[in-house]
């Protein structure tokens, strides 16, 4: 998955990619938490001259991607808004934010950051109502509670050009199987067939 989206897909689609990697939790080893570390580690690591700020748990970095966890009208920043950190202050403990689509510029105080996670990965809960150049979906038996054909279908609707899933053939056939029964049903199977065709062997 580091590959896919370090190497292959700006590779073949563009280094202006923007790649988003959607997953179904938030916990375990393809859960965000875990997803995020991994890859910032790889895509945006420490180096010398470039700032990190530590708050509580969180090390975040010059460069790197984040989204927003609630709503802020004071820094009129919402719930699900995704950026990039462009200057962290060590001494002062702040930080810029440039938010996506149109690079508008957000100051953040420490209390701020607070409210901001690295958005390498989201869960695809957070990806509604947003769209993405190309999104890689892991999908695995060990999400069995959470791979319900509604959720496949809104990461998979998130795409604009490209989608990855990422997984077993076994995994993605329980989630077109099972509808959670309180949401419609979707042409999902449908979907991936037309876009990926039947004979696509396992990631």
Do not use: C
């Amino acid at each position: 998955m580091v590959k896919l989206y370090l190497e292959w897909i700006p590779k073949y689609h563009g280094q202006d990619t923007e790649i988003q990697i959607l997953t179904p939790m938030t916990r375990g080893s393809l859960g965000t938490a875990n997803l995020n570390k991994v890859i910032q580690q790889v895509a945006n690591p420490p180096v010398n001259g470039k700032s990190q700020l530590k708050v509580g748990e969180k090390i975040f970095r010059e460069g790197d991607r984040v989204i927003h966890r609630r709503n802020n009208y004071d820094l009129n920043v919402f719930n699900g808004d995704i950026g990039k950190i462009t200057q962290i202050d060590n001494e002062d403990l702040t930080a810029i934010v440039s938010f996506y689509p149109d690079n508008r510029e957000v100051y953040y105080k420490k209390e701020d950051i607070m409210e901001l996670d690295l958005a390498y990965a989201i869960t695809i809960h957070k990806s509604q109502g947003s769209e993405f150049k190309a999104v890689i979906i892991p999908v695995l038996t060990q999400h069995f509670n959470m791979l319900y054909r509604n959720l496949i279908y809104t990461g998979l609707t998130r795409a604009k050009q490209l989608a990855v899933f990422v997984g077993t053939r076994k995994a993605l056939s329980m989630a077109i199987r099972q509808q959670d029964t309180s949401q419609r049903q979707t042409a999902l199977e449908e979907l991936i067939r037309e876009g990926a065709g039947d004979n696509k062997r396992d990631l």
